[in-house]
């Protein structure tokens, strides 16, 4: 993770820079979206994926440090109220970041509340 770190920050501030710079009307919202091992298939059994609990660490630090560096909004939903789908809609095969519907219904919900936000703000 120091390794991947030490490469991936001083990429991230010139990307920030450039999107300042060149798109300055542009805004950065972070998804702490999470990797999930609980699966829920169509008859409503559970079962369990390996899990990937080390990547979500190193995604909550790399998140956390966006967030904090930069002042940049974001979107967090409680990834234990979530389950993965065994056939996403998507066409994807299973894997521990695609869920069921309701998640991706929840999300978008609040990325409008995130947005509207800035909305309500520029007519006051």
């Given at each position: 993770?120091?390794?991947?770190?030490?490469?991936?920050?001083?990429?991230?501030?010139?990307?920030?820079?450039?999107?300042?710079?060149?798109?300055?009307?542009?805004?950065?919202?972070?998804?702490?979206?999470?990797?999930?091992?609980?699966?829920?298939?169509?008859?409503?059994?559970?079962?369990?994926?390996?899990?990937?609990?080390h990547y979500n660490d190193i995604w909550d630090k790399l998140d956390n440090y966006m967030i904090s560096?930069?002042?940049?909004?974001?979107?967090?939903?409680?990834?234990?109220?979530?389950?993965?789908?065994?056939?996403?809609?998507?066409?994807?095969?299973?894997?521990?970041?695609?869920?069921?519907?309701?998640?991706?219904?929840?999300?978008?919900?609040?990325?409008?509340?995130?947005?509207?936000?800035?909305?309500?703000?520029?007519?006051?």
């Open positions: 993770p120091s390794d991947y770190f030490g490469l991936l920050l001083p990429s991230i501030a010139k990307f920030m820079d450039f999107l300042k710079k060149e798109v300055p009307n542009c805004e950065v919202i972070i998804n702490k979206g999470r990797f999930s091992n609980r699966l829920l298939d169509s008859e409503g059994k559970v079962s369990y994926l390996p899990s990937y609990q560096k930069y002042d940049l909004k974001f979107i967090e939903l409680d990834h234990q109220k979530y389950y993965i789908s065994p056939k996403p809609t998507i066409g994807w095969d299973v894997f521990q970041l695609h869920y069921h519907d309701n998640y991706y219904h929840d999300f978008l919900e609040q990325l409008n509340t995130v947005t509207q936000i800035d909305k309500n703000a520029e007519v006051n």
